[in-house]
């Protein structure tokens, strides 16, 4: 858990769950559906350096934390402590572990539900993309929000397009792959065709994903299969 404690701040909060554990379901007065949170407020100074100190992604930052007001009562808690269960990676719904110290003296522990929206340095299409376009040189990078499942991509020198993109389009960890043979690389390309097989020497070059490319000596493109070491290419 990430945590920020021994900070004293008279809060007032709204509880929308009661959790058994951590990461139990939470259950609402009553039982049946939770309440749909109608509205929220910016979340206390104590719970935004929680959330700011979970943050797992480099040079991400946290533009809104808001934290959700259900249709639970109030409690009056002496926060002194906030927590959150996970990493940071996008933007998302949270739950938030509130400790302090009660009216009566006593010890307080609530949880709270907390929106943020994450943003940070993303790469992004400088213009449109072929799948198997070699992306140096060819993307700019720009602040954008991080949404769960398209964190930011990992681009090196040989770092190729997976698919056709768009100018703009941002490219994530599913849209950038690493090719099969390196480009520029020397490979041994046999040529099949029916019962004629032609074997030539080649150099790495992009490629989609899942496949290897190479060109031949004449500047002729193909693709294939990676098989010991050589490149077999079916010919149609």
Do not use: N
Request: charged share 20%.
């Amino acid at each position: 858990m990430i945590k920020v404690d021994h900070i004293a701040l008279p809060m007032v909060v709204w509880m929308s769950a009661l959790f058994a554990t951590a990461l139990a379901r939470p259950a609402f007065a009553g039982g049946g559906r939770a309440p749909e949170a109608a509205a929220g407020v910016e979340v206390a100074p104590l719970v935004r350096h929680a959330l700011e100190r979970a943050l797992s992604t480099p040079g991400a930052r946290i533009e809104s934390a808001v934290e959700e007001r259900g249709a639970g009562r109030p409690s009056d808690c002496h926060a002194t402590e906030a927590e959150v269960a996970q990493p940071i990676e996008a933007s998302g719904r949270l739950a938030v572990k509130i400790s302090g110290r009660a009216p009566h003296g006593g010890h307080c522990e609530l949880w709270v539900w907390t929106r943020v929206r994450v943003v940070g340095p993303v790469a992004v299409a400088a213009r449109s993309l072929r799948a198997g376009d070699a992306l140096a040189g060819l993307y700019t990078t720009e602040e954008r929000e991080l949404r769960a499942g398209h964190g930011p991509a990992a681009i090196g020198p040989s770092s190729v397009a997976a698919r056709a993109m768009a100018a703009g389009q941002m490219l994530d960890a599913s849209t950038v792959v690493e090719p099969t043979l390196r480009l520029g690389d020397m490979v041994k390309v046999v040529v099949v065709s029916g019962a004629l097989v032609i074997e030539q020497t080649g150099r790495g070059a992009p490629c989609a994903r899942g496949r290897s490319c190479a060109v031949l000596a004449s500047g002729k493109q193909v693709e294939g299969e990676l098989v010991d070491g050589r490149l077999v290419v079916q010919s149609q």
